[in-house]
């Protein structure tokens, strides 16, 4: 005899239904044409077949194919797909496994040989081929003995071994789509058919089996997948874009930085791209400098002793640099690390001298060069290092003073992104993670207030900044806010942080005396706003495609000479230019005008002033501007006047 459970829907209405029913019958008892458009169904949150019986009273909600959460499928289903292909073609070859991924999936084989990109026209046709079938995915429940038999007549041991991973409590699932099975975890769409054309094979690459290098190289096959058409144009679109846009092309172009085996995700900068470096660490200063910050800095390698007490070694110690005792020193049981992260550092600065209440909050800034031991795979020009500088800065403060620090950080975050143009920025809220140090009741302490801080940040700057919450992203001493930059091709990048941490200050003894002549604890608050210098400066290069900011560029102007006749007044200009504070070269070569304005305009110079025969006589010159064919002939008073406004960064315009 059936039970009856009842199941509430997004327009707020409750009904009862027999256990046995299944989610494709809920649809059909809700439309018939929602039914054929469903792909799966939510119970409580949790993506299932359509196939699958409800069992459970719960939120209910029939996902269609035009859900955003129907992605997901789409692209695991593609995976399938895509697996199926190459075994129609290859049959030779083993499936490994097959993950949906940022922006699309892939899948892992293993071959005698690799799959090449010209392999990939092939297998996309085949995939085509298949989801025109519109075979329907059916799942089967197997024992572990009948999968380890059936995999082991298909030669498939990668299988054998993936099934000998998955716990006794969890069921064996196996998906068919026609005659052609894999093991999968689910959920699946109704039939391939579903997927739709929206995708594409992107690129091939090796792989470890379970990313161990003692373990088989595997050939991997990346994809992409979208609901339309449309969605899958503009994504290949920005992928062209940010090719063009690549910060490491534009580095080598513009001659501002490079990077060599022997050191590997570490920047060699040239002089360029370190003065541009500096300008962007001479912004922050200034605006700390506003904001009452006092700039310190603390030794890159510290006794590994403070790095248990802060919690580190526990949690990071796989990706830090240790240090090898000298030869005079091998009896010394000390062990020494490159920092991580400046934390520590600043707790020992701040507990240097009684403090007081009266003292508080204490605002220390360090522009400091951290170490962390990045995978070589993960590398990723200055976007990916295992170098580089934090614009870090922690506050201590008293419990009452927390809110107004966060705002104040949260000011001076969202007023510096603005000073760089970038319009869109996303405020996300990460709470506790399962690993984690703190009780519970410090935990819920800084949750409420971080809570209480999010809703003022999002009255004050209501449809200016995206708010959200993460659940389980925080860091492992406190809940965090993360903001994320949208740059001018819609790609996200997140930068600044703020921490709030009641631990490092316990573990280290740190505190004050309050008004009442007790000691305190006092609250740390750990503060990036770039996050990594070297990083932020990548991202900027390629939201601006090279154009940087006048103001910004390491090289502001190149004075071009037309003919010989001009040479001494291009001298005269370009002292001129340099006496007034600008970054100005002069370029007096017996070359064609066109040439030196085409590799000008390569290295990215954001001006260019021409001077020929006329522009001498005159007393002016021709500006051209880098993006733009046009040229303006201006006095050359005004030209300077012109170009020094435009050389003052933003923080100090009236």
Avoid at 166 to 175: A, E, F, G, N, S
Avoid at 217 to 242: P, Q, S, V
Avoid at 639 to 648: G, H, N, P, R, S
Wanted: glycine fraction near 6%; charged fraction near 30%; include cysteine.
């Amino acid at each position: 005899m059936s039970c009856s459970i009842f199941l509430s829907f997004p327009d707020g209405s409750k009904r009862d239904y027999p256990t046995e029913t299944t989610g494709l019958e809920l649809a059909e008892s809700i439309s018939k044409s929602l039914a054929k458009k469903a792909v799966a169904y939510s119970l409580d949150g949790a993506l299932r077949d359509l196939s699958d019986p409800l069992e459970q009273s719960g939120q209910v909600e029939i996902i269609t194919r035009d859900d955003p959460r129907a992605l997901e499928l789409i692209r695991h289903d593609c995976a399938h797909v895509l697996a199926e292909a190459v075994q129609e073609l290859f049959p030779e070859t083993q499936v490994t496994i097959g993950p949906v991924i940022e922006n699309g999936f892939y899948y892992d084989f293993a071959r005698k040989q690799p799959f090449t990109l010209d392999d990939l026209t092939t297998i996309e046709k085949k995939m085509r081929e298949i989801i025109q079938r519109n075979k329907p995915f059916r799942k089967e429940i197997w024992s572990r003995e009948k999968a380890k038999k059936i995999f082991s007549e298909k030669n498939e041991f990668y299988k054998i071994e993936l099934i000998d991973s998955i716990p006794d409590d969890q069921d064996l699932k196996v998906y068919y789509q026609g005659d052609w099975f894999d093991l999968c975890r689910g959920p699946h769409m109704q039939s391939t058919g579903q997927i739709g054309n929206a995708f594409k094979l992107m690129k091939v690459a090796g792989a470890y089996w379970r990313g161990d290098s003692n373990n088989p190289m595997l050939t991997r096959i990346y994809g992409t997948a979208f609901t339309n058409e449309n969605d899958l144009k503009a994504y290949l679109h920005m992928l062209e874009e940010a090719e063009k846009r690549d910060h490491r092309r534009l580095g080598r172009e513009m001659d501002l930085f490079h990077f060599q085996e022997e050191s590997p995700g570490m920047i060699f900068w040239h002089p360029k791209g370190w003065k541009m470096f500096q300008n962007l660490i001479s912004y922050m200063r200034r605006r700390l400098d506003n904001h009452k910050y006092a700039e310190v800095q603390a030794p890159q390698v510290l006794d590994k002793s403070l790095w248990e007490i802060s919690g580190h070694w526990e949690w990071y110690k796989e990706n830090m640099f240790k240090t090898i005792p000298a030869a005079d020193d091998w009896n010394n049981e000390h062990i020494y690390a490159l920092k991580p992260m400046n934390c520590p550092g600043h707790v020992q600065i701040f507990k240097h001298g009684l403090k007081s209440y009266r003292d508080l909050p204490i605002r220390l800034a360090e522009f400091g060069l951290v170490h962390r031991y990045e995978p070589s795979g993960s590398l990723h020009g200055l976007m990916r290092v295992r170098s580089f500088t934090q614009d870090d800065a922690h506050i201590f403060c008293t419990e009452e003073q927390l809110a107004d620090e966060c705002l104040s950080i949260n000011d001076l975050i969202l007023s510096t992104y603005a000073d760089f143009d970038f319009k869109e920025i996303s405020l996300k809220l990460s709470t506790r993670p399962e690993k984690r140090v703190g009780s519970d009741e410090l935990w819920d302490h800084a949750e409420n207030i971080m809570t209480s801080v999010l809703k003022t940040i999002e009255k004050k700057f209501s449809g200016r900044v995206k708010i959200s919450v993460l659940p389980g992203e925080g860091a492992f001493y406190g809940p965090k806010f993360e903001y994320t930059l949208t740059d001018a091709i819609g790609r996200e990048w997140q930068c600044g942080t703020t921490q709030v941490d009641f631990n490092l200050p316990e573990r280290f003894g740190a505190f004050y005396i309050d008004k009442d002549s007790e000691k305190r604890q006092p609250v740390m608050i750990h503060r990036a706003i770039f996050g990594s210098m070297e990083r932020f400066l990548g991202i900027l290069i390629e939201n601006f495609s090279g154009h940087i900011p006048f103001w910004l560029a390491p090289q502001q102007i190149v004075v071009a000479t037309i003919t010989s006749d001009a040479n001494e007044y291009a001298k005269k200009i370009t002292e001129k230019l340099k006496a007034i504070g600008l970054l100005a070269t002069l370029d007096s070569r017996n070359e064609k005008i066109n040439y030196k304005i085409r590799e000008h305009s390569l290295q990215k110079i954001p001006v260019i002033l021409v001077c020929g025969k006329r522009e001498a006589e005159t007393n002016s010159v021709n500006i051209r501007r880098l993006g733009s064919v046009e040229q303006t002939f201006l006095p050359i008073e005004k030209v300077f006047q012109q170009l020094l406004d435009e050389a003052t960064p933003p923080d100090l315009r009236c």
